[in-house]
């Protein structure tokens, strides 16, 4: 399954309690929690292209399944760690504790970050 395409923010859950979790200020998190932040996702074969703008912020990455990549992490850290492909739908890394889950299904990308019992749950259309 091919991930490229634009993907709009529909919905998310336990944003708050997660950006405190990680650290961010709360004031960097006010502003964000109502942002549609727009993905852009480019993929050739086992290479990903990854643009992030939410507001003014806007977060590239780069990756090949399998691969050990740097990437921007959300509160501006660089971080390292490995994508695998779970099936032919889920995307998949851990890094800092976290695991990181990308499941596109249809026209819904369902991205899930796991901090212990702290699950922020992120739902974005293609537009």
């Known amino acids: 399954m091919n991930f490229?395409?634009?993907y709009q923010l529909q919905s998310q859950?336990?944003?708050?309690?997660?950006?405190?979790?990680?650290?961010m200020p709360d004031e960097v998190i006010q502003k964000g929690k109502d942002i549609k932040g727009v993905s852009e996702v480019v993929q050739n074969g086992k290479h990903f292209k990854l643009t992030v703008t939410t507001g003014s912020k806007v977060i590239y990455n780069e990756f090949t399944l399998g691969e050990e990549s740097e990437?921007?992490?959300i509160n501006g850290e660089k971080i390292k760690a490995v994508v695998q492909l779970e099936g032919d739908n889920k995307l998949v890394s851990t890094?800092?504790?976290?695991?990181?889950?990308?499941?596109?299904n249809g026209d819904i990308i369902t991205h899930t970050m796991a901090?212990?019992?702290?699950?922020?749950k992120r739902i974005s259309k293609r537009i």
């Open 115 to 120: 901090l212990g019992d702290i699950v922020l």
């Open 71 to 73: 990437f921007e992490f």
């Open 95 to 104: 890094f800092k504790g976290i695991k990181s889950t990308t499941e596109l």
């Open 13 to 23: 859950e336990n944003f708050e309690a997660f950006m405190k979790a990680i650290g």
């Open 4 to 6: 490229s395409g634009k």
